[in-house]
Structures are given as C-alpha cells and as structure tokens.
C-alpha cells in the first residue's frame, strides 16, 4: 500500500513536470514529440483511466482522479498545439502564402495512436467530477475534429450507452451541443458508426428522438436541429 503510495507520487510529480512543459508556449514540442510524447500519454492515460472507471477499487480514486486531469490537460495541450498548427497551415494555403504542409501532416501522422483513446474518453463522460467531464468533453471534441471516424470501436454499444446516459443527465445547451457535434462528425465519416448507430443504439437514438422533438426557443433550436440531422443521417443510410 505504502509503496503503490509512493509511487503514485513520483508518477503524479513526472506528470505535473510534463504537464507544465507541455502547456508552455516556448516549449519544442517537436523534441518531446522525440521522446515519445504520443506513447508515453497514450499509456499513462489508459492505465489511469482504468483505476478511475473501476467501480469496486476506490482505494485510490482522489490520487488516480488527480493524475487523470493532468494527463487529460496535458492530452488537451496536444491537441490544441496540433489544430492550431493544421488551422495556420490552412490559412497560409488559402492566402497563397505556401504553409508547410508537410510539417503539419507529419503530426497528424504523430500524433495518430492518440485515437486510441476516444473510447475511454467516451466512458469517462458520465464522470460525477464536473471537470473530468470538462476536460473529457473538450479533449473528445479536437480528437473527432481532427480524425474524424478514424477509430473502429468509438460506437460500441457501451460508448453509445455512454454517450445517451451523458445527454439525459447533461441539462446546459452547450454540453448537449458540444456532443451532439461529436456524435455527427463520427456518423459522417465513417459509414460503420453511422450503421451501428442505426442497428445497435437503440437508447441512443431514443434519446436523440427526444432531444430533436424539444425545438421550442431559439436556443433549444440548435439543438433539436443537429439531432434530427444525426436521425436524417441513419434513416438515409
């Protein structure tokens, strides 16, 4: 117990070091990227993440929760330096003014095996930790931005269960908005999730049947509209 302890710490304050690195602007991030940045978060997050999900285990849960929303800014940092680099090469290219492309498919290519993660950042939503969910949400949102559909088993049956339980307890527009977004880009480019969806979600489509028919304000609007288009989406399929 002492040990695990112990070690718990050192890992916390490596993460907490990594974790300050990465979120400073004058960081090379191309030199932690060498060191195997990708793997190493990629690792640390699943192994966290699994303590934090296992429901008999809450010995450890304030140490594991702790680590978790280190891990889950540093993964944030990640995926905002990556964005921002595609955004600024899109841009430049736009305007004529060349833009490395290269360089900013070169860390889409990096920074890849970080998909791995979608499913566990899906089972991690319903968190009763108000900013594990916020971190989550936000870390889910840029990875399906920027790969889409990519990762096979992002509709499995728990991670739409996930994803339904989420959208009944989440009450604020914004939160529902943010999902939704997730769910369309998912569906829309992979045709797979798009037919899971369909044949599998039964309490997932319930829910987005509920969330389409509540159009009433202006805001409610936005809503009921992104979840009809995700419904459109499978009847068509």
Same mark, same amino acid.
């Given at each position: 117990?002492?040990?695990?302890?112990?070690?718990?710490?050192?890992?916390?304050?490596?993460?907490?070091?990594?974790?300050?690195?990465?979120?400073?602007?004058?960081?090379?991030?191309?030199?932690?990227?060498?060191?195997?940045?990708?793997?190493?978060?990629?690792?640390?997050?699943?192994?966290?993440?699994?303590?934090?999900?296992?429901?008999?285990?809450?010995?450890?849960?304030?140490?594991?929760?702790?680590?978790? $929303?280190?891990?889950?800014? &540093?993964?944030?940092?990640?995926?905002?330096?990556?964005?921002?680099?595609?955004?600024?090469?899109?841009?430049?290219?736009?305007?004529?003014?060349?833009?490395?492309?290269?360089?900013?498919?070169?860390?889409? &290519?990096?920074?890849?095996?970080?998909?791995?993660?979608?499913?566990?950042?899906?089972?991690?939503?319903?968190?009763?930790?108000?900013?594990?969910?916020?971190?989550?949400?936000?870390?889910?949102?840029?990875?399906?931005? $920027?790969?889409?559909?990519?990762?096979?088993?992002?509709?499995?049956?728990?991670?739409?269960?996930?994803?339904?339980?989420?959208?009944?307890?989440?009450?604020?527009?914004?939160?529902?908005?943010?999902?939704?977004?997730?769910?369309?880009?998912?569906?829309?480019?992979?045709?797979?999730?798009?037919?899971?969806?369909?044949?599998?979600?039964? &309490?997932?489509?319930?829910?987005?049947?509920?969330?389409?028919?509540?159009?009433?304000?202006?805001?409610?609007?936005? &809503?009921?509209?992104?979840?009809?288009?995700?419904?459109?989406?499978?009847?068509?399929?």
């Amino acid at each position: 117990e002492h040990h695990g302890t112990l070690l718990g710490n050192t890992i916390q304050s490596a993460v907490a070091v990594l974790n300050n690195l990465v979120s400073h602007k004058s960081t090379n991030m191309a030199l932690l990227y060498e060191q195997g940045l990708v793997h190493h978060v990629c690792n640390l997050l699943i192994e966290t993440a699994t303590l934090c999900l296992d429901v008999d285990d809450k010995s450890n849960i304030k140490t594991a929760n702790a680590l978790l $929303l280190l891990l889950l800014d &540093i993964l944030h940092h990640m995926l905002i330096h990556t964005a921002n680099i595609i955004r600024l090469t899109l841009q430049a290219q736009k305007s004529g003014t060349g833009g490395d492309t290269q360089a900013a498919e070169d860390l889409l &290519i990096i920074n890849k095996p970080l998909t791995d993660l979608i499913s566990l950042l899906i089972q991690l939503l319903p968190s009763e930790d108000t900013e594990i969910y916020e971190n989550t949400s936000q870390c889910l949102s840029l990875l399906v931005q $920027l790969y889409g559909g990519d990762n096979m088993d992002s509709m499995s049956p728990e991670n739409m269960d996930s994803f339904a339980e989420v959208l009944q307890c989440k009450k604020e527009r914004k939160d529902q908005k943010l999902l939704l977004r997730v769910i369309k880009r998912l569906i829309t480019s992979n045709e797979k999730h798009s037919e899971t969806l369909k044949n599998d979600g039964d &309490i997932l489509v319930h829910t987005l049947e509920k969330l389409a028919q509540t159009g009433s304000s202006h805001a409610d609007i936005v &809503i009921s509209s992104l979840a009809s288009e995700i419904l459109k989406k499978i009847e068509h399929h």
